[in-house]
């Protein structure tokens, strides 16, 4: 069970996975100590799964709406486009679409390549995609 302090270091640490702990511990007026204890607790009951980095992107980023058929494994669906070079992150979500990918790419043509290959998917009714035109990054 998570608390408030471990809540807010999960904050500190989603917008930079490499805060130095003891930038923390002053930040949260607790000894670094804590922190580094709190840190491998929230890691060995898998609250934390990973860290990760972010980097630019690179010249075209969009979002795919996927509607797939009722009925079937979005989660099996989900997973394999996870897979695609290409694709950073695919949610599952409520909604008229059922999965949602954000891509990032090179170029118009790579993108379109993903898009085909989703619509390839016997069970994909459609897809909607939308252009990222600027990103505004959470805690900046």
Known sequence: ??????????EILRKDSRRPFVDIANQLKVSEGTIRSRVRK??????IQSFTIKTTG???KAIIE???DVNVNTAEVAGEISKYEGVSDVFEVTGDED????IDVNSSPQLNDIIEKIRRFDNVQSTKTRLILKEHVGGE
């Open 58 to 60: 690179k010249n075209v």
């Open 42 to 47: 929230l890691i060995d009951d898998n609250v």
């Open 66 to 68: 996927i509607k797939i």
């Open 1 to 10: 069970m998570i608390d408030h302090l471990d809540e807010k270091i999960i």
């Open 99 to 102: 999965i949602i990918a954000i």
